[in-house]
């Protein structure tokens, strides 16, 4: 698999005068790299001792992938080649730029390659995954162009929907922005033997949606916006694009028979928060978070998903006559938008609910659907409870003039921690995010996942649109803090001494400083 494409000279023209920016870096534009990767560099971290249940190699480069109807659009994406393993570890995305399908069992020993095929230093995050710093994709491991490095883990987290994408951050700032927005991102599945136990809908019945927004310019250049107004208003509220897009695509109409179904959702979207209802007005139900299943269902009227959160939605069609079309519908908010209504000027979408999937149910009449269970999960319980005793460490959310937001009025650093940065291993703890600016901030803590135990001010500025819609129960890797709000999670630090992030998952927040490393330390 040496035949990439090499990316076209003219990746992104500038089109309507300073408005639109080229998504591409110079370098790409002059590159000589982009030869195959070199065998050089290669670096084993992590678990290097065999056998592997699971042996792949991820891609990452350049590629022409269709995205809108006419000339396909010219990206950055992951493709992967499974060495070994089991024949469904990967469901290949051809002609979408969205990463391919990973599919690993909790247990699983896994190897794998990753391939820097682009023209700058990448990483590959396992967003959510429990994993050594080592092999966690940090910005101070960084993957030179040409390189390869090969990670290995041991699958150790609850059955769930997370995700892999870029998180490099160089001396001038993060590119994990610019690098997901251009194509880098992939769902990633683990199950295990509960879940598996709980029978729920599989195979067609099973969709993993991936949301994520861009916009487009000339003959369907991605562009992301870096004018000088842009590039504040964007280190201000994150990019949003004025496309929705569904695993790389446009909305589509799909036929569904009349049963049960599982959606899950990836929000991975650089800054958008989706608030998702049926557009029929069906409460939705709500059977897993970012950390996997709930203990039972929950029926919410919508749902809220803020970026790098995933939502395990079930939905039956049982009771709907033939015919009936049901859509699952992006409800317009103004949440974190502050600025952009207070300047005029908004690079959104308009203020009308837009389809994200157009369900057409064919009646065809099948088995009876399955019922939801309702006991999904049992193993939460046995989670560290805070007490009395635990520690809780303060976290507030702040704004520094001109340079982005900042956390404990720090920005990011690189690999060093203040002294209130250092946690015990094995211990646990209560963080408190509390958010004094005026925009929303999606925390994510990277190496484990919390509970959320308690939001206060729920109705404080914007989150009154959006609170209903907050699943706060399950577990957890990241957590939306509306303005105004503090929210303290209980996290345990467990198995793995060393660096890990914590970080602002609106990208452009984080590429501009709202990131810092905590430190895991033997007590
Ligand atoms: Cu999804 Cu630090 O990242
Ligand atoms: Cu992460
Ligand atoms: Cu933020």
Not at 289 to 296: D, I, K, N, P, Y
């Amino acid at each position: 698999m040496r035949d990439f494409i090499p990316a076209r000279r003219t990746f992104l023209k500038s089109v309507g005068g300073a408005a639109t920016f080229a998504l591409l870096p110079a370098p790409l534009l002059l590159s000589g790299c982009q030869q195959g990767a070199a065998e050089t560099d290669a670096d084993e971290s992590g678990l290097d001792q065999g056998p592997f249940d699971v042996e792949l190699t991820l891609f990452a480069r350049p590629d022409v992938t269709p995205i809108l109807p006419g000339a396909a659009s010219e990206v950055w994406r992951y493709t992967a080649r499974l060495i070994k393993g089991p024949g469904d570890t990967l469901t290949h995305s051809d002609n979408r730029y969205v990463g391919p399908l990973i599919r690993l069992r909790r247990g699983q020993r896994v190897r794998i390659h990753i391939e820097n095929h682009l023209p700058e230093n990448t990483t590959v995050h396992w967003h959510g995954l429990h994993v050594p710093p080592e092999v966690d994709g940090q910005p101070r491991f960084p993957i030179q162009p040409g390189a390869t490095k090969t990670v290995g883990f041991v699958v150790d987290d609850r059955a769930g929907l997370y995700w892999y994408h870029p998180h490099p951050h160089g001396d001038d700032g993060g590119r994990v922005g610019f690098q997901s927005y251009a194509g880098l991102a992939g769902p990633l599945i683990i199950e295990d033997d509960p879940e598996r136990e709980l029978d729920l809908p599989k195979g067609d019945r099973e969709r993993v949606m991936v949301l994520q927004d861009r916009s487009f310019a000339g003959e369907n250049e991605l562009s992301y916006l870096a004018d000088s107004m842009g590039s504040m208003m964007t280190r201000m509220q994150g990019f949003k694009g004025d496309h929705l897009l569904v695993n790389g695509k446009p909305a589509t109409v799909e036929e569904v028979q009349a049963t049960a179904y599982r959606l899950r959702i990836l929000n991975g979207s650089n800054a958008r928060i989706y608030k998702l209802v049926w557009s029929d007005g069906r409460p939705v139900t709500v059977i897993g978070t970012g950390g996997g299943l709930l203990e039972a269902p929950e029926e919410r009227p919508y749902v809220t998903l803020a970026p790098a959160q995933r939502v395990d939605l079930w939905v039956s069609f049982e009771g709907d006559r033939q015919g009936t079309e049901i859509q699952l519908i992006n409800e317009p908010h103004r949440a974190g938008e502050m600025m952009g209504g207070m300047m005029g000027g908004s690079n959104n979408m308009s203020d009308t609910p837009t389809s994200l999937l157009t369900l057409v149910v064919n009646g065809t009449p099948g088995k009876a659907a399955p019922a939801l269970p309702d006991r999904l999960s049992s193993d939460l319980a046995f989670l560290a409870h805070p007490d009395n005793s635990t520690r809780i460490r303060p976290f507030r959310l702040s704004m520094k003039m001109m340079q982005g937001f900042a956390i404990n009025g720090r920005q990011f650093e690189g690999a060093t921690v203040a002294d209130d940065e250092v946690v015990s291993l094995g211990a646990t703890e209560i963080w408190e995010f509390f958010n004094d600016t005026m925009m929303p901030h999606p925390m994510h803590v990277h190496g484990l996942q919390f509970t959320v135990i308690s939001r206060r001010n729920a109705n404080a500025g914007g989150a009154r649109q959006l609170q209903a819609g907050i699943v706060d129960s399950g577990l957890h890797d990241t957590v939306l803090v509306m303005p105004g709000q503090r929210v303290r999670i209980a996290l345990t630090f467990k198995d793995f001494k060393g660096l890990y992030l914590y970080h602002c998952h609106n990208m452009e927040h984080e590429d501009n400083g709202m990131m810092r490393y905590y430190e895991v330390r033997k007590p």
